[in-house]
Every structure is written in structure tokens, then in C-alpha cells.
């Protein structure tokens, strides 16, 4: 199976300062990390690849600085690492990065067929919880949203539980899928070092 992860570089919160006269963040001087909820749509990747098979490649769109995201997912366990930086995506909205990222997957369907696409439900420096469903809408993929468990995964299908204000539900889809996540669907893992 091959799953693919979209990763957001984002300010560390407990960094972060707003500029007072545009009431903006000010990202100047301030360390990234990987946006968290992305963190656990990696971990959950990573695990169902080791459960099932497969290879895990990460996306992330933004400037050169951003490849230390991709490096950190690589020593998580991912297999491939893919940086899309322009000039052109410097302050891109949900919509515009909900396109570019579609058109990167559409570019590795090309080649090799994805089955599972996993996203964090939002971006800490947003929280618009746009990109995953307009990047499933363009795919014409299930998405499955809000999911706090993965009950089962085969190479047709795969059976969540997604976290509602009232409660769970559990969904069964076809593949291919994508999947927004929330922080409790696992605990993340330490990176290693590669030999």
C-alpha cells in the first residue's frame, strides 16, 4: 500500500509573537516544528505501513527551510520526502495549498497508484481544517475527517472511527481514502537515526 502524508511546517506555539501593528504572526526568529495533528496523521502512516506494508512518502509545500520537516518524517520512518517550494506559494490560502497539493499526488498517481492519504484535521497556525477535505474533493477520494481510530485497513477498504460533538461513529469506505486526524489517534514515536 502506498500512503501518502501531507506535513505543514508551523511555528512552535509556545514561541510564537503577533505582530502588533498588522495583528499577524511574527514567524521571523521563531523555530518550526511539524504541525502536531500532521505528526499523528505520520505516526498513524507509519504504523499502518508496518502493519500492513507499503511505503510512506511526505509531502509539504513551502520554503527551502521546510525540508527539516521532511527530514524529521524521514527519521520517523518515512520512505520519501517531497518539497514543493516556489516563490508563487508564499502566503497561499487553504484553497491554494489544497491545489498544489492535489497536483502533487496526481503527479505520483502518474506513476504509482496511492491508496490512503493522511492529513492532521487542521494546521495550528490556521485552524481552518480546509486543506485535507479540498485535497479529497479534487481526488475524488472518500475523506473521512475528525478520525480518532483506524479499526481495520485491507487493500479495499478501511473502517474508522471519527470523532463527532456528540459522540463516535464508525465508517467503513472504499480506498482510495483520505483521512484528517486528530491528536488522540495515537501516541507518537521517537525519531532514529538512519545507519
Known amino acids: 500500500m502506498h500512503f501518502v502524508v501531507c506535513l505543514k511546517q508551523v511555528p512552535d506555539s509556545s514561541e510564537v509573537r503577533i505582530d502588533p501593528e498588522t495583528n499577524t504572526l511574527m514567524r521571523e526568529g521563531v523555530p518550526s516544528i511539524i504541525n502536531p495533528y500532521d505528526a499523528h496523521a505520520l505516526e498513524e502512516a507509519i504504523r499502518l505501513k508496518e502493519k500492513v506494508g ?10 527551502d527551510q521546510a525540508k527539516e520537516a521532511l527530514r524529521k518524517a524521514m527519521s520517523f520512518g518515512a520512505d520519501r ?6 516563490r508563487a506559494f508564499a502566503g497561499a490560502d487553504s484553497l491554494a495549498t489544497a491545489y498544489v497539493l492535489t497536483r502533487a499526488i496526481q503527479k505520483i498517481m502518474e506513476t504509482e497508484p ?9 494546521a495550528i497556525d490556521g485552524d481552518t481544517a480546509q486543506t485535507g477535505p479540498g485535497i479529497a474533493s479534487r481526488l475524488s477520494f472518500t475523506q473521512l475527517t475528525y478520525v480518532i481510530k483506524v479499526a481495520s485497513l485491507d487493500k479495499d477498504s478501511i473502517t474508522v472511527h471519527r470523532k463527532l460533538e456528540t459522540g463516535r461513529e464508525v465508517v467503513q469506505a472504499k480506498l482510495p481514502a483520505l483521512l484528517t ?3 488522540e489517534l495515537n501516541a ?6 538512519p545507519n
Open 54 to 63: 507499503g511505503k510512506v512518502t511526505v509531502i509539504t509545500m513551502g520554503p
Open 81 to 86: 520526502a517531497i518539497l514543493l517550494s516556489d
Open 114 to 122: 496511492v491508496d490512503l492519504v493522511l492529513a492532521g484535521k487542521e
Open 181 to 183: 486526524v486528530e491528536k
Open 188 to 193: 507518537i514515536r521517537y525519531a532514529t537515526l
